[in-house]
């Protein structure tokens, strides 16, 4: 009974919550959704639900069973093309639990219509599209195949126009749209064909076949396809464009224009009827020849004249001129309304090609050509002066721009007379001397050029030079303050002159016949220049001037006053002259020895004399004398607790008459002392105390008095008090402990304190320490056993700069405690003898040691020296002792040093004599 109930549980369960349908099919038209399933035998009913996406709008068909095994199908009609539904199977219950299907699937959109280009490039095409109903679909996709190329797929929006890019120039392409919508896909639009536009042709070149023709080139852009070409052309102010019937390059046509007149071609590619944007450029036909060409030949120039081309157009004319020799030509541009030109500059005395055309805007006539002559230039800037009294020499510039064969210099005088002709045939020569001539004579120089291409001469080209008269001399010059004498003398062969002047800043005096040559000039200034020169004058030839300058004499300085200004250094200041002017002083420093180099502590004498040109005033002087150099290596020789013998260096270099000495606290002010002299004892101080003295080095000044150098300052100190009483308080085999007492009249920083082993060591040992000033006693540790050292103690102060100073260093020399000796034993020797034997520790110093040997109540010592230092085995025989006794026998080992003396520990072990039958009978004294 359980079992059954349990089945039919079961059974409901499953009706009530079905399970996802397996094979559901869907299917769409333009207008319809057919759905189709294998039902559940089981279920009870089923619901078929169809929504349009996105919309809350629903429409359920139930299917009501019985349900056999064939598919249930449903069709859901008038529905919109190209949307988007929801479709959803409920089994048995029409809530979300009992959903068994859920599938989202389209409408097929209806076709694209009316599909075009609206506009189109290059490498676009501008598509357009009409969608039926106006419906709006969710994507187009444009399929394109490129003539003789590969089919491509452009997806977009539901926009319904596309741009169509990264095609091809020239190229036709069949295009067709299909609307989407999720997975349904629209009938393909019609088929069209579109074609891009052609890329325009490159390098386009034309140039004029003779002057009725034009011959245009290109080139296909090779990256566009084109079936032709097209030529066109038209003429200026032509309304319209005139086709030639050249399909392809070159096009050779006739525009029936003017000659030499302005064209505008434009060249095309085409490509199923549709042509690329023109190339265009503008071009001629060459113009008419130029006639009667002809020439006026000039110096460097032609003047040229022509008949202008019949019928023609040109914009202007192109002059070729070509040197016959070496071929060199030059080319000129003349506007179209002349008919002249003047060619300058050309090269003079050369033979030159004219050539004329004609020149359009784009292309050149047919040439006419003419052989022409230029005329040499003349020489240039012909210029001359006396080089002295017998030679002129003049030059000239050469034409840069003529062919020169020759000149021609000639020299004749005033009357005519030729003196000198020269042809001379160095072409580069631009200057020339003559010589032999008359003094003071003027003569005239003549020069023209010569070419060999036209054997014809240049224009002359004259001058006229002086030769220079001879000059007077001039013998002596005498100056006072306020006037100057000069005499002056002829010369011997004076030759020919008009004058002889003598000027002084500028005012001419005529020489008069002076027996003794005098000139002067007086009432002048005191201390002032004036120009002087004399010459003679022929014509307006000056001879050679004889200048000079000539002063009077200054007058002397004032007020002069000599001031020494340091070790180096001394100040002379003065006033100028009274009247008058001058240039600079001149003053003179010179010592006893006549030294002209200052140096310190010396006296000089300083004169001072006004200068003006070559002329000095009287002179005047004073004395002085320079600051003294100070001491150096100022210095304590001397040092105690309260006494300071300070000590110095004359300066180096420096003169000096002796030292001085200021010290503060005992009243000392400038205390002189002789040269000889270099320290000073200072007494009665205080100790540990910081002082400063200065010390000077002084000259004395001729006149009296003293020059006291810069003060050399020292600062110095006294030792402070030294401790008392150090002395040794324990030594160990490896330290030292000291302690001291320190000084109660002053008060220290701290103390300093040093330990230095005196023995010979592998390991020499220094060592120091600073104590504080309340400390009174210190251990100095890893020490070396029975070792001797010395330790030293001092007191410290700082001074003001924190340099510590110290006190007198007292001593102590003290030893450290020997390490005891090792294995120590006995041996019995006899019945009243023992041998003694142990070892010491190499590390160890000792100098001795004490054997103390025990019998009962009697003991005995004795001293055994240590013997060098190496030996570290040691044995001593003990003789004297009584038979068949026990002796205790102990043994220390000693470091000692005159001052202190140190003991290891004891080291002890007990022997025994011999018997025998006497010692035991009478019991003797073991001693």
Not at 233 to 251: H, K, M, R, W
Not at 448 to 455: C, G, H, I, L, R
Not at 548 to 564: E, H, N, Q
Not at 579 to 607: A, E
Request: charged share 15%.
């Amino acid at each position: 009974m359980l079992i059954t109930v349990l089945m039919v549980v079961l059974a409901l369960l499953a009706l009530s919550n079905g399970q996802q349908l397996q094979g559901v099919q869907l299917t769409s038209t333009t207008n319809s959704i057919t759905l189709r399933f294998a039902p559940n035998l089981a279920a009870t009913n089923y619901t078929a639900s169809f929504r349009i996406t996105q919309s809350v709008f629903i429409t359920d068909i139930p299917l009501e069973p019985p349900y056999n095994n064939s598919d249930l199908i449903v069709t859901y009609d008038n529905l919109a093309p190209g949307f988007r539904y929801t479709v959803e199977i409920y089994e048995n219950e029409t809530s979300s639990d009992y959903k068994v299907f859920e599938k989202e699937i389209a409408t097929v959109p209806l076709r694209p219509e009316d599909v075009q280009v609206i506009s189109r490039g290059n490498s676009y095409l501008y598509l357009q599209w009409v969608s039926h109903q106006n419906l709006t679909y969710e994507t187009h996709e444009i399929n394109y195949l490129r003539e003789n190329g590969s089919r491509m797929t452009e997806k977009l929006s539901s926009e319904l126009t596309f741009n169509l890019t990264e095609l091809e120039p020239g190229y036709n392409y069949e295009i067709y749209v299909v609307a989407i919508t999720l997975n349904a896909r629209s009938q393909s639009s019609e088929v069209i064909v579109a074609s891009t536009i052609p890329l325009s042709p490159t390098n386009v070149t034309a140039r004029a076949v003779g002057s009725s023709q034009i011959n245009v080139t290109w080139e296909a852009d090779p990256s566009s396809f084109q079936e032709s070409f097209g030529v066109n052309y038209s003429l200026p102010d032509a309304g319209t464009e005139q086709t030639t019937i050249c399909t392809g390059s070159p096009c050779l046509f006739s525009p029936n224009s003017i000659a030499g007149e302005t064209i505008r071609v434009s060249v095309y590619a085409v490509s199923h009827s549709y042509i690329s944007k023109p190339f265009s450029l503008q071009h001629s036909t060459a113009p008419g020849k130029v006639t009667g060409l002809e020439a006026t030949e000039g110096v460097g120039s032609l003047y040229l004249r022509w008949i202008a081309p019949v019928n023609s157009f040109q914009v202007h004319y192109h002059i070729t001129v070509i040197t016959v020799v070496g071929e060199v030509s030059q080319d000129f541009k003349i506007p179209a309304s002349s008919t002249t030109y003047l060619l300058e500059p050309l090269r003079g005395g050369f033979i030159f090609k004219v050539q004329i055309q004609a020149q359009s805007e784009f292309e050149m006539g047919e040439a006419i050509s003419e052989i022409f002559r230029t005329l040499p230039e003349p020489v240039s800037n012909l210029t001359g002066a006396a080089i002295n009294t017998t030679s002129i020499s003049f030059s000239w510039i050469n034409p840069t721009n003529s062919e020169i064969d020759s000149l021609n210099i000639t020299v004749s005088l005033r009357d005519g007379e030729v003196v000198l002709s020269i042809d001379e045939d160095d072409e580069t020569k631009t200057s020339q001397t003559i010589s032999e001539l008359h003094p003071g004579k003027e003569y005239e120089v003549s020069i023209a050029v010569f070419s060999m291409y036209t054997k014809r001469s240049s224009e002359e080209v004259l001058t006229f030079i002086r030769t220079k008269p001879v000059p007077p001399t001039i013998v002596a010059v005498d100056a006072s303050e306020t006037s100057i004498n000069i005499t002056l003398i002829p010369s011997s062969d004076f030759g020919e002159f008009d004058s002889i002047q003598a000027m002084l800043d500028g005012g001419v005096v005529q020489h008069i016949a002076d027996p003794n040559g005098l000139v002067t000039f007086p009432d002048l200034e005191h201390g002032s220049a004036y120009n002087f020169k004399t010459f003679s004058v022929s014509g307006q030839v000056l001879s050679d001037q004889i200048t000079t300058t000539l002063y009077t004499r200054p007058r002397p300085p004032s007020d002069l006053d000599v001031v020494s200004e340091g070790e180096r250094s001394i100040s002379v200041t003065w006033s100028g002259p009274d009247q008058g002017g001058f240039d600079n002083f001149t003053v003179v420093l010179t010592d006893i020895d006549n030294s002209m180099n200052p140096k310190p502590g010396t006296t000089y004498n300083v004169s001072v004399m006004t200068v003006k040109g070559d002329q000095t005033s009287k002179e005047v002087w004073d004395l002085n004398t320079t600051t003294p150099l100070p001491v150096t290596h100022m210095r304590v020789s001397v040092r105690g607790i309260d006494t300071v013998t300070l000590a110095w260096d004359a300066p180096a270099g420096s003169a000096l008459s002796g030292f001085a000495l200021t010290f503060d606290p005992l009243n000392l002010t400038l205390i002189p002392l002789p040269v000889e002299v270099d320290q000073y004892k200072l007494e009665g101080l205080q100790p540990d105390t910081n002082y400063s003295s200065q010390v000077f080095v002084f000259s004395r000044r001729p006149r009296g008095g003293l020059v006291y150098s810069a003060a050399t300052h020292f600062n110095f100190s006294t030792y402070p008090e030294s401790v008392a009483a150090l002395q040794k308080v324990e030594a160990l085999t490896n330290s030292i402990t000291v302690n001291w007492t320190a000084p109660t009249s002053v008060n220290i920083d701290f103390f300093h304190l040093g330990i230095k082993s005196e023995d010979p060591s592998p390991k020499p040992y220094v060592y120091t320490i600073n104590a504080l000033k309340n400390t009174t006693n210190t251990t100095f540790e890893g020490l070396e056993p029975g070792m001797k050292y010395t330790i030293a103690i001092r007191t410290a102060v700082y001074s003001p700069s924190r340099q510590p100073y110290f006190g007198v260093s007292v001593k102590l020399h003290a030893v450290t405690k020997p390490l005891p000796v090792q294995d120590l034993s006995v041996e019995t020797l006899n019945t009243t003898a023992v041998a003694l034997k142990w070892e010491t520790n190499s590390t160890s110093r000792q100098n001795r040691f004490r054997i103390t040997y025990t019998a009962e109540e009697t003991s005995r010592t004795m001293t055994l020296p240590a013997g060098n230092e190496s030996d570290t085995s040691h044995q001593r025989d003990i003789g004297q002792l009584l038979p068949g006794y026990a002796y205790s026998v102990s043994v220390i080992a000693i470091r000692s040093i005159e001052t202190d003396l140190a003991e290891s520990d004891e080291a002890s072990v007990v022997g025994l004599t011999g018997r025998d039958l006497f010692s035991v009978i009478h019991n003797l004294d073991p001693l």
